[in-house]
């Protein structure tokens, strides 16, 4: 008996045990069942994603394609868009030729007084920027010894021409000997030269102006002890404001006195004074291989010496040249060039490439040799990208944009007129 109720357990928990596994088994599918679901969702997105890509690649090759294939020609090959550059003419008119070199402004005439005695100063009678005529007194120096000594040699002069009148006399009656006479005329005569000196030095003690000028520098003041040699003043006279410039000697023949100059400070914003050739050095620096040249101030104006300019010489100057703007030239080895415009057999604007050899050159402009005519297109702006018989297209003027841009608001402003007016019709019907 106990046996069989051992029998019925173990069969009854076998049986529960089976009857948990399967459960357990079936929420474990059911899981998975979940899973590979969400899997071929996520599958078909993804797959539905890479589908869309490919479709806008495909479309966007097939656009570049029809774009492609559009800007070719006839023959296949792709054809080249024009280039947008600015076009001008040659023009004629006046050029100079123009020598350009820099310097310092110096006055010739330029002195520095100094103390011929040995005093103190008393009275200073002019300043720094004062003008002076020569022989004007500018400072005076302390004089009691030198005019005891000029009043001394007064005397002694008067004594000795006494004597020498005297003994004059004598000599003409036969009364002395000649040596007598002799002697006495030598004593006048070192009497004259010591009141001479006397004079010389109580003068001295005035310091005058040895010319007309600007006084620029004064180093003493009154009260100071100025010794003998000692530099007093600094005078110059501005009306001789010079700017000196060397000139390599190949301009040598077109280089003449009196010819015009210019001299331009950056001190005034560019402003242009004229000037001349005052002289013309006659040897020529062996080493630098160039000529000294001299350049007066007509005008001198603001201008003052040790300021920079920069002086230009007019060695030429032509009035019908032709002229060819800068703008429109560019460089390729040492060489110049410019566009000229033409157009094709078919009306098409192109450029072609000429050498510009420069006979004259100002600051705005080239004077060609030859290759050129007066009206001739050229390319002003926008050559750097071109070569020979390249394609052009010609920058608009700003009237020409101003008038597009009204044509294309009133155009615009029709549109939405006629828009509104079938709009309304609409809603009346």
């Known amino acids: 008996m106990a046996l069989t109720l051992r029998g019925i357990y173990s069969q009854f928990f076998e049986r529960k045990g089976i009857a948990h596994r399967k459960s357990r088994f079936a929420k474990k599918m059911s899981l998975n069942l979940l899973e590979i679901k969400e899997t071929k969702i996520e599958t078909v997105r993804l797959l ?157 003690t005035e310091v005058l102006a040895p010319i007309n000028g600007t006084v620029t520098s004064r180093s003493v003041k009154v009260g100071d002890q100025v010794n003998t040699g000692t530099p007093i003043f600094e005078l110059i006279d501005l009306d001789s404001t010079v700017a000196i410039i060397h000139v390599p000697e190949q301009y040598l023949p077109k280089l003449k006195p009196n010819m015009e100059a210019r001299l331009i400070s950056s001190t005034y914003e560019g402003q242009v004074f004229s000037g001349y050739v005052k002289r013309i050095s006659p040897v020529v620096e062996a080493r630098a291989g160039t000529i000294k040249v001299v350049v007066g101030v007509k005008d001198l104006g603001p201008l003052r010496p040790g300021m920079w300019v920069d002086v230009e010489l007019v060695l030429d100057s032509k009035q019908d040249a032709l ?91 029709s549109v939405s007129t006629l828009s509104e007016n079938k709009e309304s019709s609409q809603s009346l019907n």
Do not use: W
């Open 48 to 204: 539905l994603g890479i589908a869309t890509v490919c479709c806008l690649v495909g479309c966007g090759e097939g656009k570049k394609e029809i774009e492609a294939k559009s800007k070719k020609g006839k023959s296949g090959a792709p054809v080249a868009k024009p280039v947008l550059v600015e076009i001008g003419e040659v023009s004629q008119g006046m050029i100079e030729e123009v020598l350009e070199r820099s310097s310092p402004l110096e006055a010739e005439a330029q002195v520095q007084v100094l103390a011929r005695t040995q005093n103190p100063a008393i009275e200073l009678l002019v300043e720094e920027g004062d003008k002076v005529a020569k022989g004007d007194v500018l400072l005076r120096l302390e004089n009691d010894r030198q005019q005891t000594d000029y009043d001394q040699s007064l005397s002694q002069l008067e004594e000795a021409k006494i004597e020498f009148d005297r003994q004059e006399s004598l000599y003409k009656q036969q009364l002395v000997s000649e040596s007598e006479y002799r002697n006495a005329r030598f004593a006048f005569n070192r009497a004259q030269l010591a009141s001479e000196t006397a004079r010389r030095q109580l003068d001295y």
């Open 323 to 413: 002229l060819i703007p800068k703008r429109a030239i560019s460089y390729d080895n040492d060489q110049t060039f410019a566009f000229k415009v033409f157009s094709d057999t078919n009306g098409v604007m192109r450029a072609s490439r000429h050498l510009v050899v420069p006979r004259n050159i100002d600051k705005l402009n080239v004077e060609p040799i030859d290759g050129f005519e007066a009206g001739e297109k050229i390319i002003l702006a926008g050559q750097s990208g071109l070569k020979e018989n390249s394609l052009i297209r010609e920058l608009a003027v700003p009237d020409e944009i101003e008038g597009a841009g009204v044509r294309s608001l009133s155009m615009t402003n």
